[in-house]
Nanobody, 128 residues
Framework: VQLQASGGGLVQAGDSLRLSCAASGRTGSRYALGWFRQAPGKEREFVAVISWSGGNVIYADSVKGRFTISRDNAKSTVYLQMNSLYAEDTAVYSC??????????????????????WGQGTLVTVSS
């Protein structure tokens, strides 16, 4: 599975952005899809994950209520709608596919080790 994240950019605090993660290759594969981010000088952190069916979603506390993850399997695309952005949301956002636990998302859904494929990141910069 190849993943391509897009949609990043420079916005002001309070603005919104929608990131996309498009998947290709291995058509027919089922996967949960997670978003992670890494700010300069900081470790990578979990943002959100969605199951294959879209029925299960989990968010990091830091984004709960502001970000929404969704997917369109017909388009092989997962979205991350980010509202009310803070300067602290500035980071490179990456998407990752978990093919081993597409429905349950796995016990380690918030750890990189749970994911099998990673896309390149897209930079989100929020100015205050």
């Amino acid at each position: 599975v190849q993943l391509q994240a897009s949609g990043g950019g420079l916005v002001q605090a309070g603005d919104s952005l929608r990131l996309s993660c498009a998947a290709s290759g291995r058509t027919g594969s089922r996967y949960a899809l997670g978003w992670f981010r890494q700010a300069p000088g900081k470790e990578r952190e979990f943002v959100a994950v969605i199951s294959w069916s879209g029925g299960n979603v989990i968010y990091a506390d830091s984004v709960k209520g502001r970000f929404t993850i969704s997917r369109d399997n017909a388009k092989s695309t997962v979205y991350l709608q980010m509202n009310s952005l803070y300067a602290e949301d500035t980071a490179v956002y990456s998407c990752a596919a978990n093919v081993r636990a597409p429905d349950s998302m796995g016990y380690y859904y918030n750890r990189g080790r749970q994911y099998d494929y990673w896309g390149q990141g897209t930079l989100v910069t929020v100015s205050s």
